[in-house]
């Protein structure tokens, strides 16, 4: 089963439009959450890390949320762009070993014109 | 992408045969990774090294192979042990085990 969970699966908006993505972690205990843009064909490009005592950081026009309690995070983004339409991955990484990480399956976020 | 490169983008290999997959990374970090991308799943951790001469199994290492004689260097071989090597492959690397890792822009094989 996997440990990190996003939704929705896809989504489709409109350019200048805000919009949220969701990620539920089992994880536990708990290092770092993070967040990755991966454009289609190419690498992931990190967004933005959390560790398990902050509760929002922000890069740009993205700001991820992170409640630890009920272990959710969630992918802001706001005013998008054309080029925002990539996919948006969640990465947790376990404490005691950071090279154990899970990886959400992403959200495909596609915004049109 | 940053300072790390792979090769080739893309690569076709017949059923049976081994290839190997280059990684290479000029951001002096010490630890790299591979990981296996399939539709609709997250990355999977194939191997990791943390230091030369050292390297780890990640959770799914089976039909596969490494090395790390320079710290630059990561290459990754898929035997033919591997029973669906078909995917997209990516490599990345970090200063250090902790921090964030950055991604080549992978590699895609395909075993006809």
């Known amino acids: 089963k996997n440990q990190v969970e996003q939704s929705p699966q896809s989504l489709i908006i409109l350019e200048g439009k805000n919009c949220t993505l969701q990620?539920?972690?089992?994880?536990?205990?708990?290092?770092?959450l993070r967040w990755y843009k991966q454009d289609t064909g190419r690498g992931p490009v990190s967004l933005t890390i959390?560790?398990?005592?902050?509760n929002t950081k922000s890069n740009g026009r993205y700001t991820a949320t992170l409640d630890a309690d009920t272990k959710q995070s969630s992918l802001h983004i706001t005013a998008s762009q054309l080029s925002d339409s990539a996919s948006y991955i969640c990465?947790?990484?376990?404490?005691?070993?950071?090279?154990?990480?899970?990886f959400g399956a992403g959200t495909r976020l596609t915004v049109k014109p | 992408d940053g300072g790390i490169t792979q090769s080739p983008k893309y690569l076709f290999r017949k059923e049976g045969q081994n290839v190997t997959l280059s990684c290479e990374q000029n951001?002096?970090?010490?630890?790299m990774y591979w990981y296996r991308q399939d539709p609709g799943q997250g990355l999977r951790l194939i191997y990791y090294?943390?230091?030369?001469?050292?390297?780890q199994k990640g959770d799914i290492a089976e039909g596969y192979s490494v090395s790390r004689e320079k710290k630059e260097s990561f290459p990754l071989t898929v035997t033919s042990a591997q029973k669906n090597p078909t995917a997209f492959y990516l490599c990345?690397?970090?200063?250090?085990?902790?921090?964030?890792?950055?991604f080549g822009p992978g590699t895609r094989l395909t075993v006809l």
């Open positions: 090294s943390q230091i030369v001469n050292d390297f």
């Open positions: 990465v947790v990484s376990f404490l005691y070993n950071n090279n154990d990480m899970r």
């Open positions: 990620c539920n972690y089992t994880v536990s205990p708990f290092s770092n």
């Open positions: 959390m560790t398990f005592s902050e």
């Open positions: 990345a690397s970090s200063l250090m085990v902790t921090d964030t890792q950055y």
């Open positions: 951001l002096n970090h010490d630890a």
